[in-house]
Every structure is written in structure tokens, then in C-alpha cells.
């Protein structure tokens, strides 16, 4: 979009009031002067959808008894930081609302902003506060009861309310409810007051007319992401390939790729976590498209390493790699051993890791495969824009209130989107909340763990910490069964000359200790008695010896040289008993020294230690998280 900031974290976006609708270029295509509103930055503006225009709607009814200033609008959502969820609604040109979702209760709030105020206080038949005796600057003050005169409606502390005084119209939120108003010393918290600003009303507006106002900025992104692409592949004889993951951003992509490319294969990985509509939404458009759909499947990758690794959480995405980059990276090597190049839906709106997306891009963890990102400086209503243009057939799911969709229990999803799947498919709910309940009652964890979404995060952020505080939670278990490492002493001096560093490592064993003889390969020469359950390797970096008991011990000439052969040693003995056998590291290996069977297995004949295996493998990289 072509939205310039402002200050104070604001962005500045358009909107036309002929057309009614947001204006995604410098100017609408009806040839009106686009009108210029601040919303928060970054300004990953949506279309409220479906179930989520039914839901903006249905709080303003419970709020003020009407929606009308809505019905038949064209109506967006901007995500704004929060707890949970948290979006400005964006009406009529200008912020007139955010709603958030409040994890503890479970519930929607909406929090009325000055435009809408005056948007609704026309036609609003309750929560309406007439009040008078108070002078000066009121923006952030409590009004006392006394100088209240009218109210109207019955409504419970913490309600938006619309605030009248003489001519003024504001929005403010109840400290008390309906019926004790008036006799509380703070009844309402003013958040604005002044003159109606004015604001034009919109015309009926909805998809055709948003299409049709940024016909020409979307027709020109095309043509420029179109251009990007056969410049790329000019001269390259690699099969082309899009990623088709069921969501909006690789549907764009792919009807970008569609304009350069007429047949590519499609790549699904069904990661066994897949909600049934993108399963049957995928096959459907691929079939109606004449397309091959190429699958990836996982099977029951995830429930076979749930119960070593846990529930994954947004800061220990374990399963991306066991679900998807490992069944991605087999069916790449198998059907394109040349390698592909790939067409993604990749945004720098999306997440912070994509924020320095660039046009072509590669995946450590899947060799052969070079990806192009034509959609990474879109936003969401630039996507939705483009594929409503387009006619392209989307995932019903977004029509459900769904902002993303990608495995039903991902770590990664808000606990509103989690209450959504509750109501559309209780029954895989049932089956994940149960799993969680069984895993915090096994750690001695409280049950807030799963009511709260706290089983989300490794290491809670700020917001949930504070959260846990209110509660009074201690979210540390009581017990264990998953791996840990009690450190004996960190890397220090030795009266011997040097540094060592010594620890025990508790693993599940699910191997033999021998298992950990391959994996030390990857770190330097080994030797290893079965009988005696002694590994010892050494490198450059000095000499490590891991026994049967979990005992790790390390020296080197160096304090660095300690640390870093500690650290790999432990991995080491991680990967030899958690190895998920996704393969990963045997694509990437350049001596082709790695296999995977049961374990993992290296070839001393052709492993050269270079680590590159160690990088790409999940168990390696999730170290300080598994222990």
C-alpha cells in the first residue's frame, strides 16, 4: 500500500469517499481525490470478512442496540498490538473502533474511539451518557456521578460509552454500572470530547467497488511482481514450482506465477494437522484449475515426537521441521533432483523473521530449492484486492473470522483463533486439549496453563507474564519426563592447565548408547566402547567424553573452544536419542556421509565434520529449548 508514516506509530492510508471504500495507491481509479486518515502502523490492513464483519457488528449492537451505521459499508480490520487479538476497525474513512480478545474471559470488548462516537451517537439506543458541570480539558479525566443528567440503557462496568455534553460528543468507558452511575464518585473515564469533526458518511460499498477503485495499483503490482518473475527465470531451465499452502498470500502468488507460468505443479505438504476445508479447498482448486497438485505428507510425523518433544509453542516451532521443511525437502529431492525454483506467498507484514524478506530467497534447510517472493511488500488488502480481481477461488476458511490458517493446533495461532476452532470443529479441539490437560497434569502444571494459552510459549513474553502475575501461577513443572541438564561446572579454568566444563544430561533413551558415536562424527574423530557405555571425540577445539549416565565432559585450551565443544557435545547426545528421522540432514550433508534409519547414521569414510548436518537438524537447533 502506498501509505506514508506518520508520527507517533501512525500511518497515514486513503480512502474515497465517492466510492466509500480504502484506497490502496496515491489515488483512486474513479478519479475522486482520495481522502487522507491515520490508522496504527505497520498498516496490515484487511477486509473484515464474513464471521468477522458479523462479529464488529454484533458488539456494536450489544453496545449502543444498532449496527446500522455499518450494514452495507465497506468495513476493514487493522491488527494493532495486544494481549491476544487486537484490531482497529477502520469505517467511513477513519478509526472508529478496536476490538481486542481478552484471554481471561474469553470474550470480545470493543473500545470506542472519538469517530465513532459520532458515527453511532445518532442513532444509538443505549450506553449513551448525557452529562454536564465539567469544564476545561477532559480528554483522560473521570466524571463524577453528580454531574451526570441522562443515561440511557443498562449496561456493566467497563461498557463503551457515547458521552454528550451540550454539543460535544465523546467516547468514554463506564467505571460503574447503569444503575449506580450516578452515585459514583468516578463513573465514566472520558478518552475524548469535542465538536463532530464532520467526517463524511459512505456510501453502500463492497468487494466490486474496492476492486474497482484500485484497479490500476492492483493491476500495476501485478505487472511488476510478473515482471520480477520472468526476469528471474530468464535463461534458467529449472521446473518452476509454486507453494500452495491453502492460505491467501501463496494463492496471490501463484496467480501472479499463473501469468509467466501456465502449468506449474503445485506443492502441498498435508502435515496431518491440516483443518479438513484446506484439504478438500486445495484438491478442489487445483482440479478446477487443471493443475498437479503435488503432495508432501507427514503422516504421523507429529504424533509419534509429540510425547518426546511436547507441545510446540511459538518460540519451539519443532514441528515446522518434522511436518514440513523434512516431507518438503524428500519430495524436492526425489521429484526435482535438479532442484526448482518456487513461487511463495511470503509477506514482511507477516512476522518479524520475514520482515527482511527479499525477492529471491533460500531455505537452509531445503537444498535445491531457490524461492521467489512476488507478494513480499503486499499487504493483506492488496492480497484480498488482488485475488477478487482476479476471480481466484480462497479457502472458506477466511470467510470464518480465520486472519491466518495453517495447522489447527499451531502454537502460532491466537487464542481467539483457537476459540474458532472450538466452534467449527469441537471435535480436533477435544482431541488437542485433552492432550494438553494429560501433559499438565503429568508436570504437576495448573490448569490455567491450557485455559490461558500459556502451553503456547517456552519463555513467556511480557504480556502473559503479566497475565501469570495476576493469577498468582508458578508455571515451572513439578516434574518431568522430557530431557534436562544439570551443569556440574561451566566452562572454567583447570588447575591442570586450560578449561573444562562438565555436566549431566538427563535424555530419554530410545537407542542404544552407541547411537551417539555417529552423531560425535559430526564433531571430530570418535571412539566408543558399547560395553562401557564411554564415548570420547576430539577436534580442535580440545576433547569431550560422554558416558551412559548422562555425565559430559569437556576440555580445551580455550574458555571459547570449552563452551563451543560443550554445546555440541550435548547436541550431540541429543540427536542420538531424539532423532525424528525427517531427513533433513541427508539432503544437506555435501559428502553424503548421513543417513537416516531408525537414527541417525555417518559414514566415518566420507564425513569430513564439517557440521553443516548439526545446522540443519531440529533437535540441534532447538537445544536451549529442549533442555
Known sequence: MAGAYAANGKTVMRWCDRCGT?????????GSHARAFEANSPGDVRPAMGDAGKL?????????????????????????????????????????????????S???????RQAGAE?????????????????????????????????????????????????KIGAGTALASSDSLRDAEKAVRIRDLADPSGTPVSPDSGRRRFVEANRRHLSALESAAVSDIRSFLKGRSKPVTASFSGGKDSLAALGILLNVVPDPDLLFIDTGLEFPETLEY??????????????AEAGDAFRRNVDAFGPPAKDFRWCCKVCKLGPITDLISKRYPEG????????????????????????????????????????????????WMKGLEYNPLYDRDFERIGCYLCASCLSSEWENTRRIHPDMHAEWDAYLRRYA??????????????????????????????????????????????????????????????????????????????????????????????????????????????????????????SRLFERSVKALLRAQMCTSCGICVKRCPERAVRVDDGLHVDPRLCTSCGICEGSCMVAHYYDKLL
Not at 22 to 30: K, M, Q, R, W
Not at 106 to 112: E, K, P, Q, S, T
Request: charged share 25%; hydrophobic share 40%; with cysteine.
Open 22 to 30: 480504502l484506497v490502496l495507491g496515491d489515488a483512486c481509479s474513479c
Open 56 to 104: 464488529v457488528r454484533s458488539l456494536f449492537i450489544e453496545a449502543f442496540g444498532t449496527a446500522a451505521p455499518l450494514e452495507r459499508k465497506a468495513v476493514f480490520l487493522n491488527k494493532v498490538p495486544g494481549e491476544d487479538r487486537a484490531d482497529e476497525v477502520i469505517a467511513h474513512g477513519t478509526v472508529i473502533a478496536v476490538i481486542r480478545f481478552d484471554v481471561e
Open 106 to 112: 474469553g470474550g470480545y470488548a470493543l473500545d470506542l
Open 119 to 167: 458515527l453511532f451517537a445518532p442513532c444509538a439506543e443505549s450506553n449513551v451518557v448525557s452529562f454536564s458541570g465539567m469544564s476545561g480539558h477532559l480528554k483522560g479525566k473521570s466524571l463524577p456521578g453528580s454531574c451526570i443528567r441522562d443515561v440511557s440503557g443498562g449496561f456493566s462496568a467497563g461498557a463503551p460509552v457515547i458521552l454528550r455534553k451540550g454539543g
Open 282 to 295: 486445495a484438491e478442489r482448486f487445483a482440479s478446477s484449475r487443471g493443475l498437479n497438485l503435488v503432495k
Open 340 to 387: 526448482t525454483v518456487t513461487v511463495e506467498g511470503n509477506r514482511t507484514l507477516e512476522s518479524f523473521s520475514r520482515s527482511k524478506t527479499g525477492f529471491v530467497s533460500r531455505n537452509p534447510f531445503v537444498p535445491n530449492q531457490t524461492t521467489l517472493n512476488p507478494v513480499r511488500a503486499w499487504t493483506a488488502a492488496e492480497v484480498w484486492g488482488y485475488i
Open 441 to 562: 497434569e503429568e508436570r504437576g502444571l495448573p490448569q490455567e496453563y491450557v485455559d490461558l494459552g500459556f502451553w503456547r510459549w517456552k519463555v513467556l513474553p511480557p504480556k502473559m507474564r503479566a497475565i501469570a502475575q495476576r493469577h498468582g501461577l508458578d508455571l515451572r513443572p513439578k516434574s518431568s519426563s522430557g530431557p534436562s541438564m544439570k551443569v556440574l561446572k561451566g566452562a572454567s579454568s583447570c588447575a591442570a592447565g586450560g578449561f573444562s566444563a562438565e555436566a549431566v544430561v538427563t535424555v530419554p533413551r530410545s537407542r542404544p548408547f552407541v547411537s551417539v558415536e555417529d552423531s560425535l562424527r559430526t564433531i571430530g574423530e570418535v571412539r566408543c566402547s558399547e560395553e562401557y557405555e564411554i564415548a570420547m571425540v576430539r577436534c580442535r577445539d580440545g576433547t569431550a567424553k560422554l558416558f551412559g549416565g548422562g555425565q559430559v565432559s569437556v576440555v580445551s585450551k580455550t574458555e571459547e573452544g570449552a
